[in-house]
Structure formats: structure tokens, C-alpha cells
């Protein structure tokens, strides 16, 4: 599978905009959001609170050390896979 295939695939969360794919979120929630979004097994939330539209991505291996991570005000999250830029909001009611 190419990298743009599996780049796809991928879904960003609304409010943080970490990346992985639709089952992950499903299967594990969001690793910044869970407490907030919750949404491990619920495929309504994953459609809700995640989308397939966004621009590029940052892979943040060491927040602390990351002048990207920074810039993008992403420092204080999981290392892990970023969209760059989110084209979409939560609905009313999930913040």
C-alpha cells in the first residue's frame, strides 16, 4: 500500500487533530481526547467527532523538543501522527 492509500485512510480528530485510522479510533478512542470525546466503540462518535478532510501531516516523535510540535501548538500531546490543518468542528455538544 502507497503512502497515499494509507494517508486516505485516515481520519483526524476535531478537537486535536491527531491522526490514525477510523478502526483505531474505534478500537481506542483518541489518546487526548478520551476523557472529553470518548469515543472507544462507538462508531456514531468516530463519525462525529473525527473527519477525512484535512491538510497534512506532522509526525511527533518528542514534543518537548520540537520546535513543529510548537509551532502547531501540539507540544503537550501524544507522540503520535497530526494533521496539520483540520477542515471541520465538533457538534454542539461534545466540548
Request: charged fraction near 20%; aromatic fraction near 8%.
Amino acid at each position: 500500500m502507497s503512502s497515499t492509500n494509507t494517508a486516505a485512510k485516515l481520519r483526524a480528530c476535531l478537537r486535536c487533530q491527531y491522526a490514525q485510522s477510523a478502526r483505531e479510533f474505534h478500537s481506542k478512542g483518541c489518546p487526548n481526547c478520551q476523557n472529553v470525546l470518548d469515543m472507544q466503540g462507538s462508531q456514531e462518535r468516530v463519525a462525529d467527532c473525527t473527519t477525512s478532510n484535512f491538510d497534512g501531516l506532522i509526525c511527533m516523535l518528542q514534543p518537548e523538543e520540537s520546535w513543529v510540535a510548537k509551532w502547531q501548538r501540539i507540544e503537550k500531546r501524544m507522540v503520535g501522527l497530526y494533521a496539520v490543518k483540520v477542515v471541520g468542528h465538533l457538534p454542539e455538544g461534545y466540548e
